[in-house]
């Protein structure tokens, strides 16, 4: 670290103080109940439930946003099969999208994204040369922009393919978002302690398909449902009942926080056009308020501000590294060309948020990339 300036971190969350969650963690010391869908947990899902607009029963919690994923496949796809050995997930993502898939048995095969949404095409994926082998389809809300229900039903009929959605980060653009994002398909979510909506470790998955969700709930609990007869292929992805305490204190200061990353959003689209470089952040409602993302024209671009950030005490991260082809583990899975992702992932640059950044670090940060992006 050079002492050219403070030292601001990429992200420093912020959940919910010992103060606000005492009442939780006494309901659990009256109640004697840790984990396997106790009153926390089951209360935490219909909020959220009622929060994304979905019946009740059509929340499930889950111990990660990657038992999210695992869940929502082995209870809507269950595992690949010799003859349809394959996932198709994008290459801009983040790692977890293709462990959740080898976890279920399949073979990760990497598309590219559409340059302007940085998702997955529909239309393009219905023509893939090998969707004969295709076993799964996991779409991915990039940097939490959600995904649109609508055409991945059509080819979910069509092709006799299940999709599941990886929300990823998608929570607060959901909650605020219209009818097409949450549908039968499922959405798994992440409330890692990196996203907006936070548990410290936790996810789940919602669908108006409570069918499917119930499910969910039985595939990241050992197969049981009622009996202690495993019917399901299954993990243990179950939330605890501390998680789900964590869960129901952040969503009670749930507008308080979201108001903050929105502000300081904000503040960052303010502080650059004021240094010029209107049009160059990319902040919610365009993305999840979990990031504020900074767009380079080229790689030698991105990498010169990300020095030249570094050189000022500020942390920088792209979040999705590479792409997953550039992860060593999946550098040599089956994959499209991926022009897009290659031109994406390596210049969009993720900036330093916290829900209580000020306007003075906005304004540092903004100073320093008019710098370094001359
Ligand atoms: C955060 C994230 C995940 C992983 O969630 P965990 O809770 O860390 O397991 C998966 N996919 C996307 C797109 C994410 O952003």
């Known amino acids: 670290m050079a002492d050219a300036g403070p030292a601001i971190p990429v992200l420093r969350p912020q959940l919910p103080s010992a103060e606000r969650l005492l009442p939780y963690l006494r309901r659990i010391d009256d109640a004697r109940i840790y984990s396997n869908w106790g009153p926390l947990s089951v209360e935490l899902e219909g909020r959220l439930a009622e929060r994304l607009r979905v019946p009740a029963g059509g929340f499930s919690s889950a111990s990660s946003g990657t038992a999210a994923l695992v869940g929502a496949i082995l209870a809507s796809a269950g595992r690949a099969t010799p003859e349809r050995p394959l996932a198709l997930v994008p290459a801009f993502t983040f790692v977890a999208t293709a462990a959740a898939v080898e976890l279920c048995g399949y073979d990760p095969y990497l598309l590219d994204v559409d340059a302007n949404s940085w998702m997955l095409d529909p239309g393009r994926v219905a023509g893939h040369p090998n969707l004969h ?11 939490g922009r959600p995904v649109r229900q609508a055409a991945w039903i059509a080819f979910r009929d069509s092709a006799g393919i299940p999709v599941v959605i990886d929300g990823g980060a998608s929570f607060d653009r959901l909650v605020d978002g219209g009818e097409e994002l949450l549908g039968e398909i499922p959405v798994t979510l992440s409330f890692h302690a990196t996203k907006c909506f936070a548990t410290g470790e936790g996810g789940g998955v919602a669908s108006t398909n409570t069918g499917l969700i119930r499910r969910t709930g039985q595939a990241l609990n050992f197969g049981f ?4 007869d495993s019917r399901l292929p299954s993990t243990n992805g179950k939330m605890s009942e501390y998680h789900a305490a964590v869960g129901l204190a952040e969503l009670d200061g749930w507008e308080k926080k979201h108001g903050a990353v929105r502000e300081v959003a904000a503040s960052y689209r303010r502080r650059l056009a004021e240094v010029g470089l209107a049009g160059r952040s990319v902040v919610t409602p365009e993305v999840s308020a979990s990031y504020v993302l900074f767009s380079c024209r080229d790689a ?7 020095a030249g950030l570094a050189s000022s005490g500020i942390d920088t991260r792209r979040w999705y590294g590479g792409g997953l082809h550039r992860q060593a583990h999946l550098s040599t899975v089956p994959r499209d060309d991926l022009s897009s992702t290659d031109r994406l992932a390596p210049t969009l640059i993720g900036l330093p948020l916290a829900p209580d950044l000020g306007e003075e670090s906005v304004a540092y940060v903004a100073e320093a990339l008019a710098r370094s992006s001359r």
């Open 225 to 228: 449902h009622m009996t202690r």
């Open 300 to 306: 030698a671009e991105a990498d010169h501000i990300v």
């Open 133 to 143: 082998q295709v076993g799964l389809v996991v779409p991915v809300a990039p940097f």
